[in-house]
């Protein structure tokens, strides 16, 4: 595998499952991101993770859970979910966290909650 | 805080044809950093170009070419002789130098983007 996985690539939950998205990137980063993007509007920057340590948490509401257990893999832990969060879920690395940084994307994970 | 607008929501044109992608952005820091990137249908947000906001040097890479404009705070996005699989949407994205360590949440931000559709 080369750059940024994301599996899966469709999900469809109830608003009453409990589900994870999984993110592994295969650079040698140390920063990974999630993102949202819904229908119609700008890509929304979720949670930013540098070294393993959370450093961004944009307001996302406590149903959407983060993890990082190391550099290479990050997890977005979906619980009690709303018809509004269906959208595709992008998961990012750059080799720091740094604006400079380009940030590679992997292919998102278009979730569904029904 | 920082913005970006891309104005045009669609676009089509005819394969072979030159197209112009807008870009328009707002930041109140003096060191930033220009983005393009395409999503294909498939998902994947694909890195296309960065610019610092010291280089207004245009730049140019086969088919694409981009124009830095401080004056006008725009980035632009030029597709040459077009091709249908240049069909994708295409994003502008911002990032200030100091965004990160100031603690805000102004990270990358990305514009609406445009879904370009190119016919054969």
């Known amino acids: 595998e080369t750059g940024v996985t994301q599996t899966p690539r469709h999900l469809v939950m109830g608003m009453t499952n409990k589900k994870s998205l999984k993110c592994e990137q295969h650079l040698g980063h140390n920063a990974m991101y999630w993102y949202k993007q819904s229908a119609k509007k700008p890509l929304e920057l979720m949670f930013v993770y540098s070294l393993e340590e959370r450093v961004e948490n944009n307001s996302v509401p406590s149903r959407f859970s983060p993890e990082c257990p190391n550099s290479s893999h990050l997890f977005l832990h979906l619980h009690t979910l709303q018809p509004e969060d269906s959208a595709l879920y992008l998961c990012?690395?750059?080799?720091?966290?740094?604006?400079?940084?380009?940030?590679?994307f992997g292919p998102g994970t278009r979730l569904t909650v029904l | 805080a920082q913005k970006v607008t891309q104005a045009q929501t669609e676009i089509s044109v005819v394969e072979k044809e030159d197209v112009t992608l807008d870009c328009v952005y707002e930041?109140?820091?003096?060191?930033?950093?220009l983005f393009w990137y395409k999503q294909p249908p498939s998902g994947e947000l694909v890195f296309l170009i960065r610019?610092?906001?010291?280089?207004?040097q245009n730049e140019i890479s086969g088919r694409y070419s981009w124009n830095f404009q401080k004056s006008t705070s725009s980035f632009n996005f030029t597709i040459t002789a077009s091709q249908v699989v240049d069909s994708a949407v295409y994003f502008c994205a911002l990032s200030e130098a100091y965004g990160y360590s100031g603690g805000g949440a102004d990270g990358l931000t990305f514009g609406k983007g445009t879904h370009l559709i190119i016919q054969p």
């Open positions: 930041t109140r820091d003096t060191t930033y950093y």
């Open positions: 610019r610092n906001s010291f280089d207004e």
């Open positions: 990012a690395s750059s080799q720091v966290k740094l604006a400079t940084d380009t940030q590679y």
